[in-house]
């Protein structure tokens, strides 16, 4: 019922800039109330970057606050992530999320997208 693609991860050099995108395609019929920004770096549990509620309001991790943005664009149906001032610590497989609902409310992930900061 509901599909996200992640694109844009990459390798970049500290200091540098990367553009995340998620397209989310879903049933008519489903509602989704939330989408995010997720990362799991090796050895460590899938952390919280930000997320958007549909009312535009936004959530950010404290070492995410002031270098990256959440953004959406609802025409496209697709979820951004903007990041800046990028630290080697970001490194990690960034997932996209959304908490949809058809009969009851769960969440979807995307497949991950790797960024690599050195």
């Known amino acids: 019922h509901v599909q996200l693609v992640e694109s844009g991860g990459g390798s970049v050099q500290a200091g540098g800039s990367l553009k995340l995108s998620c397209q989310v395609t879903?049933?008519?019929?489903?509602?989704?109330?939330?989408k995010g920004w997720y990362r799991q770096a090796p050895g460590k549990e899938r952390d919280l970057v930000s997320d958007?509620?549909?009312?535009?309001?936004?959530n950010y991790g404290d070492s995410e606050k002031g270098r990256f943005t959440i953004s959406e664009d609802n025409v496209k149906s697709t979820l951004y992530l903007e990041m800046n001032s990028l630290k080697t610590e970001d490194t990690a497989v960034y997932y996209c999320?959304?908490?949809?609902?058809?009969?009851?409310?769960?969440?979807?992930w995307g497949q991950g997208t790797q960024v690599t900061v050195s």
């Open positions: 958007i509620t549909t009312d535009g309001t936004t």
């Open positions: 999320a959304a908490d949809c609902r058809a009969v009851t409310w769960r969440r979807f």
């Open positions: 879903r049933s008519t019929f489903v509602d989704c109330k939330k």
